[in-house]
């Protein structure tokens, strides 16, 4: 996927233009905090949940060498591969060599945003496989030649006519109408299952990797991922160092966390553990099974100032209480992870240079720390990918030197006052009448859509002093 | 004016409280710089207003210029020294002191800064949690009073309940909610010339939801929203007074709501 981060304003004023899709934008952003909160509420103690997880999560990434070789040992003793891939291009690789050597065709996926990150379905497009992603979400965007727009919800971006439309023109079912969405969803099931049993390899992604016992944990609403990982014959987990937890329990604490504050329901239809390859008396699931573990600058990011980032579960919790997201959509941060924490992540695994508008995209307003159930505090993640971008001089050379005479000014109070002081009489003046001014100079980014309302005229400190003094006189 | 009353002898001792006006209520709104110092004279305080003060440096510290805030906030920092409490009539202000300033030291100046955090407050919780204000000699507000929570004082500062309880002791006004009142307004500083339209969408639901009230004044405890709120109003030519909420507090004859015609 060709990252377009660095137009993300333009994108932006663009997604805010098409008024039909900003308004399912608001009512995501209206009803997902809704279902979070009564979610939450319901639970009883989250904040001791969040604390107790967040624990859990620093004291692994504090020993994540020791984790990551157990998880390995106890997962190659349940008979799989285990592969490091220290670049996207190693864990696309890897899966393509793994496909080859068992003469596959056609590739089953189920939701994963590391092979969005690692573009895996464009290289095994390339090398002539077949791909097909099994999440209806990701079912719909890839039959629309899409990209993601939310990390748990990739199709949120497309209204039910669309999809109506969509299927309607790739499908080569004959007359029908798709009235409902039960129609819809029943077309998708029926293509699905053919994929499903005539897949040769499986590809899922993990929400936890769980050291004791060498499992992976999947939490999913279609049951898909399962389908993926137990038809096919071979099965190939793909996912990051970062998700490891010790222990099964710790997994379990996480799922509960990540259930309620992803879609606001207790629990999700499906939450499985896959352990390894089918064994003797096992009646079903796949034959060989693979767990391929990326870094992609993960390591780099343990040993930064960023490191929290890495505690977060991919629930989407901050994409939905996001102003900016829910005001410009996931498409507008252009690469794979939108949002606060794509804020943050994107900058992270590609370049600053590329993506330095991301962290700008906030108004620090708090709202995304307060609902991030692995208490990560992304406001000032951002704040510090600001100060990065002030440093090494990516952000607007007149940004940067208003700031800097702006806080030399600060620090001159008696100079400061007066300048202040000649300003305000003169918009004071200029803005008497209307009490406002429509139009000012070097200030087009405020007037363009507001007045700029007018100072009362005189500053505070000069009046303060004067009635201080006029009061001596008089006492 | 008030120094020409003669002073009632009081047998509490007075509290001895610095005002940080903020820079913007310093230069664009002083009215609300005075309606917090009537507010705490009343509430039994004894008001400075140290001289040196300009800006607690937000907007170089939120623009990634650190360089430029540690000085700023030394400055600051030494300035309230010699006093028991500082308030502020803002929230995002207050939280600039409080949580941001440690984060900026470490050593000595981290232990200075952290005394002044833990005595620095925003004002509407100031008047009901330090200085309670006595009960109004006034008759009610006859308004309709709608209230935007600013995201800094309400999540860094937990400022929810103050304000509208102040309201009601003090004005008889029981708050009418906006609809999403826990949602930022669009300013977020230099946010909103970067990124104007957005800025401007979120200001437009804020201020729709404030019409759907039926409220004709909508109050705030920070005045970058209410400049931006009323400035958005204005343009749109919306019948809304737009004002801060020690304006109403302190009771004085109200000039002009922000960014309205003089009369």
Redesign the interface.
């Known amino acids: 996927m060709k990252q377009t981060s660095h137009a993300f304003?333009q994108h932006?004023?663009a997604a805010?233009a098409d008024a039909g899709k900003?308004q399912r934008r608001?009512l995501l952003?209206?009803f997902m905090p809704l279902a979070r909160d009564a979610a939450t509420a319901r639970y009883g103690d989250f904040e001791a949940l969040r604390a107790h997880l967040k624990r859990v999560r620093t004291h692994t990434t504090n020993h994540l060498d020791h984790y990551l070789a157990r998880f390995e040992e106890a997962s190659l003793r349940n008979g799989n591969q285990v592969h490091f891939a220290a670049t996207p291009e190693q864990l696309n690789n890897t899966v393509l060599s793994i496909c080859q050597a068992h003469g596959a065709r056609r590739v089953a996926k189920g939701k994963s945003m590391v092979t969005e990150e690692t573009a895996l379905n464009e290289q095994l497009l390339k090398a002539g496989l077949e791909v097909i992603e099994t999440d209806l979400g990701e079912y719909i965007i890839q039959q629309a030649g899409e990209t993601p727009s939310h990390i748990v919800g990739p199709a949120l971006h497309k209204s039910l006519p669309e999809i109506r439309r969509l299927f309607l023109d790739r499908h080569k079912l004959g007359e029908r109408s798709l009235e409902q969405v039960e129609d819809i969803v029943a077309e998708a099931r029926s293509i699905l299952r053919e994929q499903f049993l005539q897949a040769d390899v499986g590809v899922i992604g993990a929400n936890a990797l769980i050291a004791e016992n060498g499992a992976t944990m999947l939490v999913t609403n279609e049951g898909n991922g399962d389908l993926c990982a137990n038809l096919p014959p071979v099965l190939i987990v793909c996912t990051t160092l970062e998700r490891i937890l010790p222990r099964a329990e710790d997994a379990m604490a996480l799922q509960r966390l990540l259930v309620r504050s992803a879609t606001g329901q207790a629990q999700t239809c499906y939450t499985s553990f896959y352990s390894g390859p089918q064994r003797d008396d096992d009646v079903d699931g796949p034959l060989e099974t693979h767990i391929i573990l990326l870094d992609n600058k993960r390591t780099d990011i343990l040993a930064s100032d960023y490191s929290e980032i890495l505690d977060c579960i991919r629930c989407g919790a901050c994409l939905n209480h996001c102003?900016?997201y829910v005001?410009?959509g996931g498409h507008a941060y252009g690469w794979v992870y939108p949002g606060p924490m794509g804020s943050i992540l994107t900058p992270l695994l590609s370049s600053l240079e590329q993506s330095n508008a991301l962290p700008?995209?906030?108004?620090?307003?708090?709202?995304c720390?307060?609902v991030c159930p692995a208490n990560i505090p992304l406001p000032?993640l951002l704040?510090d990918?600001?100060?990065?971008?002030?440093?090494r001089q990516l952000?607007s050379p007149r940004?940067?030197r208003g700031?800097?005479v702006?806080?030399?000014?600060?620090?001159h109070?008696a100079l400061?006052?007066r300048l202040?002081a000649w300003?305000?009489s003169v918009l004071g003046l200029l803005g008497?009448?209307?009490?406002?001014l429509?139009r000012l100079p070097f200030?087009a980014?405020?007037t363009?859509?507001?007045?700029?309302?007018?100072?009362?005229g005189?500053?505070?400190?000069q009046?303060?002093?004067n009635?201080a003094r006029?009061?001596r006189r008089?006492? | 004016m008030e120094n020409q009353k003669p002073k009632r002898r009081r047998t509490r001792p007075r509290r001895d409280v610095a005002l940080m006006v903020t820079c913007l209520a310093d230069l664009m709104r002083p009215s609300v710089g005075f309606a917090a110092v009537r507010l705490l004279e009343r509430a039994g305080c004894r008001v400075t207003v140290p001289e040196r003060q300009t800006c607690c440096g937000q907007p170089a510290y939120n623009n990634g210029d650190v360089n430029a805030a540690v000085p700023v906030a030394r400055a600051v920092i030494e300035m309230f020294e010699p006093y028991d409490y500082v308030v502020i009539p803002s929230g995002s202000c207050a939280g600039m002191l409080s949580r941001h300033y440690p984060a900026l030291f470490e050593g000595e100046w981290r232990d200075r800064a952290l005394a002044l955090a833990a005595k620095t407050w925003e004002l509407t919780r100031f008047l009901t949690e330090v200085a309670p204000l006595p009960p109004p000699k006034r008759p009610p507000l006859d308004a309709t009073v709608t209230y935007h929570d600013g995201c800094a004082g309400l999540r860094e500062q937990d400022i929810k309940q103050q304000p509208r309880q102040l309201l009601l002791q003090q004005c008889g006004v029981d708050v009418s909610e906006l609809s999403q009142t826990e949602v930022c307004c669009g300013f977020g500083g230099t946010f909103c010339t970067k990124m104007p339209a957005l800025s401007t969408k979120m200001a437009d639901d804020k201020l729709n939801s404030a019409v759907a009230t039926g409220a004709n004044i909508l109050l705030g405890g920070d005045l970058g929203c209410l400049l931006h709120l009323a400035g958005r109003a204005r343009r749109r030519g919306l019948e809304l007074e737009v004002r801060h909420v020690a304006e109403i507090l302190a009771g004085t004859p109200p000039g002009p709501g922000i960014g309205d015609p003089n009369g």
């Open positions: 304003m932006a004023e805010l900003a608001d952003g209206l102003p900016i005001g410009v700008n995209a906030c108004t620090s307003c708090g709202r720390a307060e000032d704040r990918l600001r100060q990065e971008e002030n440093q952000n940004l940067r700031l800097r702006h806080a030399w000014f600060l620090r109070p400061y006052r202040g300003t305000m008497r009448r209307r009490g406002a429509r200030a980014g405020w363009g859509t507001r007045d700029f309302p007018a100072p009362e005189g500053t505070f400190m009046q303060y002093r009635r006029g009061g008089r006492g």
